[in-house]
């Protein structure tokens, strides 16, 4: 609601009243429908990462510990 004021709380308009909850309760379901699916995907994009960091990592120290034999 764009135009949203003080008055809304401390006058309440029935009719004013039920399309404010009507629009909350629009935009509660659209982010249950839509975000939930973007947040999911973005952890299991955050979680691919965190183990390839680790495996780049592994293979950093092995190539280290092979470039210290070598010295």
């Known amino acids: 609601m764009e135009d949203f004021n003080a ?11 039920n399309l404010l909850l009507s629009a909350f309760i629009n935009f509660v379901k659209f982010t249950e429908q839509y ?8 952890r299991e994009r ?8 680790g495996n780049i990592a592994d293979q ?12």
């Open 60 to 71: 950093l120290n092995e190539t280290e510990a092979k470039f210290n034999e070598l010295r």
């Open 46 to 53: 955050s979680d691919a990462l965190v183990v390839r960091r």
């Open 35 to 42: 975000c939930d699916t973007f947040l999911k995907d973005l």
């Open 7 to 17: 008055r809304d709380l401390f006058s309440p308009d029935r009719e004013r009243t």
